[in-house]
């Protein structure tokens, strides 16, 4: 068997971005699907599946190893976010063809350890109330056990108000959930001090968060060696690591405990299991990042299914609205899991229909109008 094309689809649904997708062809007519990850420079992302597709078409869709080896290596330079998701996205799609050819879930072929995947939602506000408002009826739906929130204000000034709001978050959430359920906070990487980091990390000690995501950036990890020091709460990061190298030096640090590779910017299931590989001997959990499509989320749940030392799966519900459309199938959350089918592959496709009808629109990050893309003096700010 071998692959004779490799195609693109990007599309614009509800989100403010365009979800972006892969399908690899072989020469006897299975095909598998990928998705690729959003970093941004969506037309970049697209450009660099095309170019590296010269070094795959004609190869044996079984040999991902090989495959991914020449899409990392003949780049010779570091091509960063944009060549390595588009080689996750290759790779998805390669295990795709490869659950189909065995007539094999994805999860079964890997080595299923679990019987369905634990699940967190996301609710934010400007206080406690707005944020249990917004969560509330997802538990009642949806059954989630987990949950992760945000305080907008933080890493902005003035620094004293964004960490009182903070504590009031945490506190009134903790109040009203009670001890067993667990809740997550993003700080999306707004601060760079890591004594800064640290202060605000210890003042979430009382409410036992279940981890605080990215309290400082991710580019000095050194930098979490020095926050960790002292700290009674799970540290979490690993949504803008893409490469097998910074996460063995991540982990050889002791300076997270939970993981957050995203499966569509790290390799793929190649890349994953590796990672995974690496954080277990010293007991790291891996929690996916996982905020794009319904193909990925499909992906990470036969991921989780087969990888013994996952968490919580970062999850929204795919079930209603144009995002459940994309695909053939969806899956479906019910009291606070994820179980997949017992299709071949991934157990679902791409919607090809659905997709022409839905034009790839040109999006920015960031707003230049925005206070938040400025700190105090005027200079950018991490967005």
């Known amino acids: 068997m071998k692959i004779t094309e490799i195609t693109t689809y990007s599309v614009h649904t509800t989100q403010w971005r365009n979800f972006n997708f892969v399908r690899i062809d072989t020469d006897e007519g299975i095909h598998g699907v990928g998705e690729l990850f ?88 400007k206080n406690s109330r707005e944020a249990l408002d917004s969560l509330m009826p997802k538990i009642e739906t949806y059954g989630y056990k987990a949950c992760k929130t945000a305080v907008g204000s933080l890493g902005y000034y003035p620094v004293g108000s964004s960490e009182r709001e903070l504590v009031e978050m ?68 690993g949504e803008q690591i893409f490469d097998i190298y910074t996460y063995e030096k991540l982990i050889q640090l002791h300076a997270v405990d939970i993981l957050q590779p995203d499966i569509l910017l ?47 799966l970062e999850n929204e519900p795919r079930e209603e609205g144009m995002d459940a459309d994309l695909c053939t199938e969806v899956l479906r959350v019910r009291d606070g899991f994820i179980t997949p089918n017992d299709k071949p592959g991934w157990g679902m496709d791409l919607n090809y229909e659905f997709l022409k009808s839905c034009e790839a629109v040109v999006w920015s990050r960031v707003n230049l109008k925005s206070s938040r893309a400025y700190t105090m003096d005027g200079a950018p700010h991490i967005m």
């Not at 992302?45 to 078409?57: D, P, R, T």
């Not at 007991?283 to 990042?289: A, N, W, Y």
Request: charged residues 20%.
């Open 38 to 125: 959003c970093v941004g420079a969506d037309v970049a992302v697209m450009e660099m599946v095309k170019y590296v597709s010269e070094w795959v078409v004609g190869m044996d869709p079984l040999d991902r190893e090989r495959i991914q080896k020449r899409i990392l290596n003949y780049s010779r330079f570091n091509g960063g976010s944009v060549l390595y998701t588009a080689a996750s996205a290759i790779d998805l799609a390669l295990w795709d063809i490869a659950g189909k050819i065995a007539g094999l879930p994805v999860y079964k072929l890997l080595g299923a350890v679990r019987d369905k995947v634990p699940v967190y939602c996301h609710t934010r506000g």
């Open 170 to 237: 945490f506190e009134g959430m903790r109040a009203e959930l009670g001890d067993d359920f667990e809740i997550g906070i993003d700080m999306q990487s707004k601060i760079y001090e890591p004594a800064q980091g640290r202060r605000v990390c210890q003042l979430l000690e009382p409410y036992r968060p279940f981890f605080v995501e990215e309290p400082i950036r991710p580019d000095n990890l050194d930098n979490w060696a020095e926050m960790a020091q002292g700290l009674n709460v799970p540290l979490a990061t």
């Open 266 to 312: 790290c390799g793929g299931i190649t890349g994953m299991r590796k990672i995974a590989a690496m954080a277990e001997p010293s007991f790291r959990l891996l929690s996916p990042h996982n905020p794009l499509s319904s193909l990925a989320n499909c992906i990470n749940v036969h991921f989780c299914m087969s990888t013994y030392n996952t968490t919580y």
